[in-house]
Each structure stands twice: as structure tokens, then as C-alpha cells.
T-cell receptor
Framework: NAGVMQNPRHLVRRRGQEARLRCSPM?????VYWYRQLPEEGLKFMVY????????ESGMPKERFSAEFPKEGPSILRIQQVVRGDSAAYFC?????????????FGDGTRLSIL | KNQVEQSPQSLIILEGKNCTLQ??????????LRWYKQDTGRGPVSLTI?????NTKSNGRYTATLDADTKQSSLHITASQLSDSASYIC???????????FGTGTRLQVFP
């Protein structure tokens, strides 16, 4: 499967724990986008990264959330000290170049549940 | 405020019938409009991408239209199949930005 791979597909955490979500983009894609989808809502942009650089993080909450896309390995979305409101589906998408008219290819998401 | 609104919120049709989904947007300056299909529990899959100069684009039984003057788009599905049951999401991109703005989708159910 050469598509965008996200893991885990489901993640359960207790309040106060840390959640790490991983995303491996499609082969040859160096641009990664993270989105959050709350129940009954549309996807909301969180952050855009290119290898080793954060290009736009205007959709990220200022506290507890961070993202990285290292030179080697997958992109990581990290949520510290999770709260109930963090429960959502988190989607990663990748593209071969900066957005413009390029299609974004999405993974199947990580569903985060906070107990 | 940049927004994308879709209608109807949900739709039920019988297999073999056609349907049309609507999208209105207020995103400015406009760059492109996309339609995605999202199956339950899966990520969105791109159906079409249209720029300002394109009025219509087809992908198999899916045909999207765009009226940039009225800021409206539609997605027409011909001869629906059971596998068309999914959420259809309208997504708009503004110029000079890396963000996509998503509508909340139309949930389509196709019954035999």
C-alpha cells in the first residue's frame, strides 16, 4: 500500500496522558498536513510541515500541541496532557509539492478517545 | 470570514437515481475548489479539483460544476450505486495560503 499511512488507527488515553500520532506520507511526498475532525463537524486545518520545517501552524492550539516532520521517519503530532475535548479523528494528508492545485492524499486517520 | 456551506445535510436516494449536491462558499481570494468523498471510518478521497477558469469537470459518474461569480458549486452523481453511500465534502482553497477550508459535508445514502 503506497498511500498515506497513519498509526495507530485508534488510540485511547486517560486525561493528563500524552498522545502521539504518526503519519507516513506517500512515497515522494515531502509536504504533510494535519487536520482534526470533531463529531458532526468538518475537517479543520491544524499544521503544515515540509521536511524538518513547520510552514504554517496557525490552526494548532497554542498549548499542549506540537508537530514535527524529521528528516528521517514519519511526521508526529504530539498532544500533551490530553483533555476530554481532544477526542476527535486526526487526519494526515500529503502532497508532492506546495498546495496550489495539487490534490492532497489523506490517510484513514487516528481516532483518539480520552477517558 | 472564509466559510464553506453545503446542502443538503443528508440525502437518501434509490440505487440508479441521479442526485445533485450543493456548495456555497465565501472564501476570498479564491484559488480552487475540490470535492472529496469520505467513506465512514476512512480518510477523504479526492474526486475533482477546479480552478477559477474551469466551469465543469468530470470523474466517471461524478460531475462537478463551478460558478465563480456566484461562488457556488455542485456535484452531480449519475446512476447512483450502493458504493456511493458516503459523505461528500466541498473544500475551498484561498490564494496565497496553504490551508484548505472544509464544508461539513452531505451524507448520501443509496438504498437498493
Amino acid at each position: 500500500n503506497a498511500g498515506v499511512m497513519q498509526n495507530p488507527r485508534h488510540l485511547v488515553r486517560r486525561r493528563g496522558q500524552e498522545a502521539r500520532l504518526r503519519c507516513s506520507p506517500m512515497k515522494g511526498h515531502s509536504h504533510v498536513y494535519w487536520y482534526r475532525q470533531l463529531p458532526e463537524e468538518g475537517l479543520k486545518f491544524m499544521v503544515y510541515l515540509q521536511k524538518e520545517n513547520i510552514i504554517d501552524e496557525s490552526g494548532m492550539p497554542k498549548e499542549r500541541f506540537s508537530a514535527e516532520f524529521p528528516k528521517e521517519g514519519p511526521s508526529i503530532l504530539r498532544i500533551q496532557q490530553v483533555v476530554r475535548g481532544d477526542s476527535a479523528a486526526y487526519f494526515c494528508a500529503s502532497s508532492p509539492s506546495r498546495l496550489s492545485n495539487q490534490p492532497q492524499h489523506f490517510g484513514d486517520g487516528t481516532r483518539l478517545s480520552i477517558l | 470570514k472564509n466559510q464553506v456551506e453545503q446542502s443538503p445535510q443528508s440525502l437518501i436516494i434509490l440505487e440508479g437515481k441521479n442526485c445533485t449536491l450543493q456548495c456555497n462558499y465565501t472564501v476570498s481570494p479564491f484559488s480552487n475548489l475540490r470535492w472529496y468523498k469520505q467513506d465512514t471510518g476512512r480518510g477523504p478521497v479526492s474526486l475533482t479539483i477546479m480552478t477559477f477558469s474551469e466551469n465543469t469537470k468530470s470523474n466517471g459518474r461524478y460531475t462537478a460544476t463551478l460558478d465563480a461569480d456566484t461562488k457556488q458549486s455542485s456535484l452531480h452523481i449519475t446512476a447512483s450505486q450502493l458504493s456511493d453511500s458516503a459523505s461528500y465534502i466541498c473544500v475551498v482553497s484561498a490564494e496565497n495560503t496553504d490551508k484548505l477550508i472544509f464544508g461539513t459535508g452531505t451524507r448520501l445514502q443509496v438504498f437498493p
